[in-house]
Structures are given as structure tokens and as C-alpha cells.
């Protein structure tokens, strides 16, 4: 199995542009996480989905952000517009649902808004 | 609301000699999961180790393995002849029993091993 497929791996940005941030889960895993890490703040969770369906977003820092699921094998997490203090670690990760799964870590995405 | 709580924000060891990381949560649960994972420098990160709590003996994933004290809720973590490679941040985390349940992350220990 490939993992979590996380792209882009670097991503650099001007304050005020688009970032859209893509994630492909394992297959057969039907919740997929999107975490934000900072020096400051951690690992902080910002939403997760099962079967494609947004669980809990209010990890969500503000209405700048937003993630869709249009299917079971595909993640994005936009931010519209960036700011600097966007700039992070962006992990996605997934598992399967049943029974006592142990979720899997994608590599992330290291952004930086200038 | 759990919390997880990793109280050695750093540790360091010499390399082949043995170090460990600990981590106390706090569930009013009596069932749950317990996690250990890496990030290294690439930032990925990596599971080291599981523990389910409905398990009395103590999970091992050959050079790593885990004091589970459920009374305690105490779940520590011990790495046996450290290597280089082992050198980067651990996080424990927690999650309750059921599908719709997210993990929760300790703040994180920094492991640097001394040549």
C-alpha cells in the first residue's frame, strides 16, 4: 500500500493568494483527518470526515478555511486568502473505522505564506 | 474532556543505552488506545507503538515498548540501545473506544541521542 498521499510536499505562497492542499487516503479507510502543526500551537486537529461526510470542523480556525471529500479517495483543504500566520505543517491522515484501527500519518505539507 | 499530558518537553540519551519517555492521560473511560508516535526532521510522522487498554500485557515492537499502568493511567515509553536514528519528537495520544472518536495528542517530548 502507498499511505496517505499528501501533495504538495512544499508549498510558498504570497499573503492574500489561494493554497489548495490535496490528500489521498489509504484505501478502505472511510475517516480522513486534517491536522495543522505549529511551533506554537502543536498538532491541532481541524476536521475530520467519515465516509466522505465532515464529522467535527471546529477545529477549523476560521471561515478562510475549508475542506471537501468529493470522494472516498480524495481530500482538500483550501484557505482563501492565505495569511502568514497560516504558515504550518498540514498532515493528513486516515484509518478504518471498524474495529480498533490505528491511524496512518501522510508526510504533510510544509507551507509558507510570505 | 481527555488530556494528554507529556511532562519532559526534552530528553536526551547516549546512543545504545536505554531512555524513557513518558506520558500520563487522564479518561474516565474504561476502554480506549493509547499511541506512541515519532516525527523526525522530515516531519512525517510515524507510529512507533499501540496499546489497547483492555489489554493487561504491555505492547512491543522489537527495540521499543511501552509501561502501560492503566491504575496509574500512566503509559511510558521505552527505547532500548538507541540509535541515531531513533533522535526526534515523540507524541503519546489517547483516543476513546468507537469510530467517531479523534485522537488527542500530548504536547511532545524531543529526543536527542548522543553519539
Known amino acids: 500500500d502507498a499511505g496517505v498521499i499528501q501533495s504538495p510536499r512544499h508549498e510558498v505562497t504570497e499573503m492574500g493568494q489561494e493554497v489548495t492542499l490535496r490528500c489521498k487516503p489509504i484505501?478502505?479507510?472511510?475517516?480522513l483527518f486534517w491536522y495543522r502543526q505549529t511551533m506554537m500551537r502543536g498538532l491541532e486537529l481541524l476536521i475530520y470526515f467519515n465516509n466522505n461526510v465532515p464529522i467535527d470542523d471546529s477545529g477549523m480556525p476560521e471561515d478562510r478555511f475549508s475542506a471537501k471529500m468529493p470522494n472516498a479517495s480524495f481530500s482538500t483543504l483550501k484557505i482563501q486568502p492565505s495569511e502568514p500566520r497560516d504558515s504550518a505543517v498540514y498532515f493528513c491522515a486516515s484509518r478504518r473505522g471498524l474495529g480498533r484501527e490505528t491511524q496512518y500519518f501522510g508526510p504533510g505539507t510544509r507551507l509558507l505564506v510570505l | 474532556a481527555q488530556t494528554v499530558t507529556q511532562s519532559q518537553p526534552e530528553m536526551s540519551v547516549q546512543e545504545a543505552e536505554t531512555v524513557t519517555l513518558s506520558c500520563t492521560y487522564d479518561t474516565s473511560e474504561s476502554d480506549y488506545y493509547l499511541f506512541w508516535y515519532k516525527q523526525p526532521p522530515s516531519r512525517q510522522m510515524i507510529l512507533v507503538i499501540r496499546q489497547e487498554a483492555y489489554k493487561q500485557q504491555n505492547a512491543t515492537e522489537n527495540r521499543f515498548s511501552v509501561n502501560f499502568q492503566k491504575a496509574a493511567k500512566s503509559f511510558s515509553l521505552k527505547i532500548s540501545d538507541s540509535q541515531l536514528g531513533d533522535a526526534a519528537m515523540y507524541f503519546c495520544?489517547?483516543?476513546?473506544?468507537?469510530?467517531?472518536?479523534?485522537?488527542?495528542f500530548g504536547k511532545g517530548t524531543l529526543l536527542t541521542v548522543n553519539p
Open positions: 495520544a489517547y483516543r476513546r473506544l468507537g469510530s467517531n472518536y479523534k485522537l488527542t
Open positions: 484505501s478502505g479507510h472511510d475517516y
